[in-house]
């Protein structure tokens, strides 16, 4: 990747520190060129700890800097107050918008016909391990198409869309789905508790298996559903506590409800409050 280009990111909060540490920790962009729009005082440390250059509010930025990318990476609420701050980056920049449900269409109302990017990324970026789905709309060309597949896969591998709507599905498959897997760790470790392991050693099994079965899934040539039924011996202990999570309606049936709530949030959200 060209690493020469300068990058505004706006908000440095959980998802934008995420991308920061992925970018500078984990893919080697250098930090000086990464500037951060941030109110909160102890974000901006904790991106100065990083290198980035900081500032309090978009007035802040130098007059003759010309990003190669904005990242919008503020609470979708606001979108829309904030982004006339940044029309001036239109003529240099593509626009990376992170921002759950807001669509292309509210960007392209303040910023006119700017190359935008709806992108929806998750927290395992940060160790360079999230996953990536985006849209771009007609202004971006293949050289901000480019420069925005390498930004994104640097953290995580990046999964380009065909339609812009499908951007709320993936946010509420794999841009929450961090969510959903932490906090079956909760529950597996919960559930360790209750048939007699320490919390601590609990947490410990709980948290390796699910990483284990995750990288195995990842890995493996065998589909999640053979590598159930590899571990699930005939009338054994797998088989015992499937028939609790399989018996209709069971987890398919919660995380499928789970997913359909996230996605009608993702539809909500497009709506300006
Ligand atoms: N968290 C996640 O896993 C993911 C989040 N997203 C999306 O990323 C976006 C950010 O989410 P998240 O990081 O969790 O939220 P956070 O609230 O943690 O981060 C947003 C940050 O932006 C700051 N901010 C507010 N106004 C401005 C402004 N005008 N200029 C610059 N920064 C500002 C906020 O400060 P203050 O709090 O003081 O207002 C806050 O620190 C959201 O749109 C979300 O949908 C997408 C994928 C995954
Ligand atoms: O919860 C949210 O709205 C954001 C979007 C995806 C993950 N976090």
Redesign the pocket.
Known sequence: MDHSGEIVL?????????LLEGWVDRAGIPAAGIHV????EP?RQRAVARGATVYD??AGLPAALRPHAVII????Q?VGS?LGAYHRFTDAAVFVS?????PISTFETTLGEAAIVRA????PASIGKGVIAAFANAHTDDGQLAYVTDLLGAVGSVHWLTEERLVDAA?AIS?SG?AYLFHFIECLADAGVAVGLSAETALALAKQTVGGAAALASTSAFSPAELRQQVTSPNGTTAAALEVLMTEPGLADLVKRAAEAAHRRALELAIPT
């Not at 706006?10 to 995420?18: D, E, K």
């Not at 990476?73 to 979708?76: G, L, S, T």
């Not at 992170?98 to 807001?102: D, L």
């Open positions: 706006v908000g440095c909060g959980n998802m934008g520190f995420a729009v941030e109110p909160g974000l509010d978009a990476a503020v609470k979708p606001i904030m992170i921002a759950a449900g807001v929806m990324p998750n927290m946010t841009g961090p």
